[in-house]
């Protein structure tokens, strides 16, 4: 017979991997071209058509404000809800996004009052709804812009129709949401402390306020105690005339002074200066009341020595009234400061006396109110005063600093935030009076305006709010109904349930005023008591009017005798403030889930970041309760904030931002998103270039495991194989498949995606790359194209592909994307693709149990060839035959009758029985098997690379072993030679 040897290029007779896959992603480009591709496909449409008629998923997007390009931590929110909404749109759901943006508020506002402000124009002198125009026209380029963001972020979702709060439909239901509060006796105008910031002239609610360093004025003040109030009005003889001492961190607060507030649970004293050294204060022989643990450290503040001379008990304190510090000053402060008992006092810092200020403050408008009926049967007058105005000056209502005061005005705050005289007014007022007992300066964290960055006050201010604790004919409250709401939520991480019910637990009543232009005003006419007009004729006009024209039609000349028709002629004024920008994302679940046909009510996910608490999720709790009775979701996911690579707040002060946009320029928007599925999302991210290289070099495994699967998948001929006739080891990768399934299923429904991808990830780089394909890539490459087990591995690997590649769809949806087309030219997307039913009797515990010894037997060879191969003994474990001892009877009874030299990618091995001799090959932790190396004996084959005893054995092709020569032969009777 002819040697037709010589002829062959046996590597064109080979199985080898075939693919234009590339190794290298390329993802800046590529992910474009996909992104215009889905945008030509209207893969948007496509899904919902496909998904016609099954049950719907709701993931309602929390609305970011359109004010500037996203920034890293819009990329992690964005990439968790496409990862969730793709997820359960792959698992059998109609799972819809409908992304949607914040579009009224300060956050707008203020970038169009910095552009006035840059040109030397005056915001109050642009006609109203001109100026609103020019918010709405901001707005609409930065959707724009943000949508392209998205979309570039792989994001898929109604792009083409989301929601907008300043859409006109949006305004009209917005507006119609706080008449049902209005009508229902919800709400109400009332007068309480605010935060408020000066320099944007609004009030703010807890959500936009952030806390920074600050630095403020310390003062201890002295009170004279005049007399008791009590039945009897007798005097203490030794504590008429004494002093309670209280300490501030806001002296200017001091006008607004009306009681002091002490605790029953402290232990207070009445101390004697018995000597002084300060050029202002007490003297000696002045008597002062202090909470005990606190004397010490404040008679040193004031540099006086003294002596304790008794307990002063709090029955002692109640009925004492003082006389105000500034009594006299401007022929004001004449009015009695009494004492009151108040929760809210401790002994941890100042004096154990807490002066009360009930219009700028919280806890003291609180203690007050609850004090409110008793000082009024003692004749006090319980009238709260306005003593700061809108623009930070003090006003009449603080006598010598106000108005009257020689230069005009004091001022806490000016327009640019910074510290006016006030303090210092009220500081050499004290010290004239001789009222003040020391003086300091504290660095404390104080609450600033999230936008202007400035420091806020607490003003009294008339303000329009909600009701927290008023019956709403059903036996609850809005209280009673969020906290229950709370409760039948689940909550990821189950801490957010915890977090937002002390928040609702402790909140005050819900303050809904902006005194602003950009925003759905609250529109509704009162008359000079504050009574709201309830005409639903009325009400139907506005909402009318808002739906055809927008909001603006309630600042349009002519509005009050349009709305008010034939009541026109009777004394109601409307309201000119606009709405709270919380109460408008709190109202989205109205116009979004209420009324698109293609979304449902109640959402099952909101997911945002843990600010939300006090945000979105709480002001959307709210509303919904107070309108509908529960909360507008049924699951709250919440995700931490993203880190530098230290552990520091990200900022482009300090050089360490992450930019979205430059990551995807750079490596593409998969590795993004990679990152965020690996990482814990439910507590603080860390983000910087060292993190996002593990996550390049990690991507870079998976996609080679992927593109060496398509290559072999080249030569898939569609063939299969019963699973009993399958070789154990695809058995036991398919019930790898079976046990992966349950858990990707699981993952995505707790929303553990760092458990989905982390799984993902080690199967194919571990039991795959260096496992599973490492060992039949001979079988693979070599076996003819009758060979059962090549067949078997063909299949198997045909699942692989499919259940890997649709499992990482919704978090690399590109990648996913690119390796699905390639695999499936003709199909549409990866993403109109379900995720594979894995039949459950895929699973075989006792056989994994089995192939586990086996690879513990496996991992002790191929750490012995690894010590010949670094030592340049051999070049290729087939280069090896080693004699391998097994003492241990399990694991010898597992690798029975199965060729370990295959699994081993040896040429060939020696099982033995024996002990091992001393100088072999072990692992610790693999006990019972030692490994002594010897080199494969026989020649070895051109085409396998094998070394065998038979290469030759067969004339016509006498360079390759028996195994191959009859490969070769059936290729030939085929005509593929």
Not at 289 to 310: C, G, P, W
Not at 438 to 459: D, N
Not at 841 to 859: F, P, Y
Request: proline content about 6%; hydrophobic content about 40%.
């Amino acid at each position: 017979m002819t040697d037709t040897s010589e002829k062959l290029d046996y590597s064109k007779t080979l199985y080898l991997p075939q693919t234009s896959f590339p190794m290298r992603a390329g993802l800046p480009k590529k992910e474009p071209e996909i992104v215009s591709r889905w945008q030509e496909m209207n893969l948007y449409k496509r899904l919902r058509e496909d998904a016609e008629g099954r049950p719907r998923f709701v993931l309602h997007d929390g609305p970011p404000y359109a004010n500037g390009n996203i920034h890293i931590g819009h990329a992690l929110n964005k990439v968790l809800k496409d990862v969730i909404t793709r997820s359960f749109q792959m698992r059998g759901y109609d799972s819809n996004y409908v992304p949607g943006w914040d579009c009224h508020g300060l956050p707008i506002e203020w970038k169009i009052e910095e552009q006035y402000r840059a040109k030397g124009r005056n915001k109050d002198e642009v006609p109203v709804n001109e100026f609103r125009k020019e918010c709405r026209d901001f707005a609409e380029h930065w959707i724009k812009v943000q949508t392209e963001e998205f979309e570039r972020l792989g994001v898929i979702g109604d792009f083409e129709n989301p929601y907008l709060t300043m859409a006109y439909h949006a305004e009209a239901r917005i507006a119609g949401e706080l008449l049902k509060f209005a009508m229902s006796g919800q709400l109400y105008r009332g007068s309480k402390p605010v935060m408020w910031s000066v320099v944007e002239r609004t009030a703010l609610a807890e959500a936009e306020v952030e806390y920074h360093d600050h630095e403020s004025d310390t003062v201890w003040v002295k009170f004279p105690i005049r007399r008791a109030h009590g039945p009897t009005q007798e005097d203490i003889s030794d504590l008429t005339g004494a002093y309670v001492v209280i300490w501030t961190t806001t002296p200017w607060t001091i006008p607004g002074n009306r009681a002091i507030s002490f605790s029953p649970r402290i232990a207070y004293g009445l101390y004697e200066v018995t000597a002084a050294e300060n050029d202002f204060g007490p003297q000696a022989g002045e008597k002062l009341i202090f909470a005990d643990a606190l004397a010490e450290e404040s008679f040193a503040k004031a540099k006086l020595k003294y002596q304790r001379l008794r307990e002063v008990s709090p029955g002692e304190l109640f009925p004492q009234v003082c006389t105000h510090p500034l009594k006299g000053l401007g022929g004001g402060y004449e009015f009695p400061v009494p004492l009151l008992p108040g929760e809210h006092v401790t002994d941890e810092a100042g004096t154990g006396f807490v002066h009360t200020a009930p219009g700028h403050g919280r806890e003291d408008f609180d203690a007050w109110m609850d004090a409110r009926a008793k000082l009024e049967a003692r004749g006090v007058d319980t009238t709260i005063p306005f003593t700061v105005d809108d623009g930070g000056f003090f006003t009449k209502d603080a006598p010598g600093f106000g108005p009257d005061r020689e230069g005009g005005p004091a001022r806490v705050i000016d327009d640019k935030g910074k510290k006016g005289d006030a303090n210092k007014a009220v500081i050499e007022a004290l010290i004239e009076k001789d009222m003040l007992f020391a003086r300091g300066r504290l660095k404390h964290s104080y609450p600033h305006s999230w936008r202007s960055k400035k420091p806020v006050i607490f003003r009294n201010t008339p303000q329009w709010f909600v009701h927290m604790d008023k019956g709403l004919g059903d036996g609850t409250t809005l209280r009673t109904r969020a906290l229950k709401a709370i409760d039948d939520t689940r909550f990821v991480p189950a801490a957010g349930q915890t977090r937002l019910r002390s928040m609702i637990e402790e909140r005050p009543d819900w303050v809904l005023s902006r005194q602003r232009a950009w925003g759905v005003p609250i529109c509704i006419f009162v008359d000079e008591d504050g009574a709201i007009l309830k005409d639903e004729a009325v009400n139907a006009r506005v909402l009318e009017a808002f739906e055809k024209e927008g909001a603006d039609a309630w600042f349009a000349e002519g509005a009050r005798e349009r709305f008010l028709g034939s009541r026109a002629n009777e004394p109601w004024q409307p309201v000119m403030d606009i709405l709270d920008v919380w109460f408008d994302s709190g109202s989205t679940h109205t116009f979004t889930l209420e009324d698109r046909p293609d979304l449902k009510w109640p959402a099952d996910v909101y997911l945002e970041g843990s600010d939300q608490h006090r945000g979105w999720f709480h002001s959307s709790l709210l509303e919904s309760c107070a309108t509908r009775g529960r909360a507008p979701y049924d699951t709250v996911i919440t995700h931490g904030f993203t880190m530098d690579e230290e552990g520091r707040k990200m900022s482009k002060s300090l050089g360490n931002t992450v930019v979205p946009q430059d990551v995807m320029a750079k490596s593409g928007a998969d590795i993004l998103r990679l990152w965020v599925v690996t990482t814990d999302y439910w507590e603080d991210q860390r983000l910087g270039q060292n993190v996002l290289q593990t996550n390049i070099d990690a991507y870079r495994k998976l996609r080679n495991t992927v593109r060496w699967m398509l290559g072999t998948l080249a030569h898939d001929a569609g063939e299969t194989v019963p699973h009993e006739e399958m070789p154990e080891l695809e058995r036991l990768m398919l019930h790898r498949l079976a046990e992966l399934d349950a858990l990707v299923h699981k993952s995505y429904d707790n929303f553990d995606f760092k458990r989905v991808m982390r799984a993902l990830l080690d199967f194919m780089v571990v039991e795959l790359s260096a496992f599973y394909f490492d060992v039949r890539k001979d079988t693979l490459y070599c076996d003819p194209p009758s060979s059962t087990r090549r067949k078997a591995a063909i299949q198997v690997i045909r699942r692989l592909f499919d259940c890997l590649v649709t499992w990482m769809a919704p978090m690399l949806p590109f990648t996913t994307e690119e390796a699905w087309l390639e695999r499936h030219p003709d199909a549409a997307s990866v993403h109109l693709a379900q995720f594979p039913e894995v039949p459950a009797d895929w699973r075989d515990d006792h056989l994994a149990e089995k192939w586990r010894k086996v690879r513990q037997v496996r991992r002790v060879v191929m750490g012995a060839l690894e010590i010949e191969r670094r030592e340049k003994t051999i070049g290729a474990s087939l280069e090896a035959a080693p004699i391998v001892h097994v003492t241990d009877p399990d694991l010898r009874a597992a690798i029975a009758d199965r060729d370990m030299a295959e699994i081993c990618i040896t040429s060939g091995m020696e099982i033995r029985d024996d002990a091992p001799p001393a100088d072999a090959f072990t692992l610790d932790d693999v006990k019972g098997v030692g490994v002594v190396f010897k080199r494969a004996s026989g020649i070895k084959c051109a085409r396998s690379w094998r070394y065998t005893e038979d290469v030759g054995s067969d004339p016509e092709f006498p360079d390759v072993s028996a195994r191959d020569a009859a490969a070769l032969r059936e290729l030939k009777a085929l005509g593929r030679l």
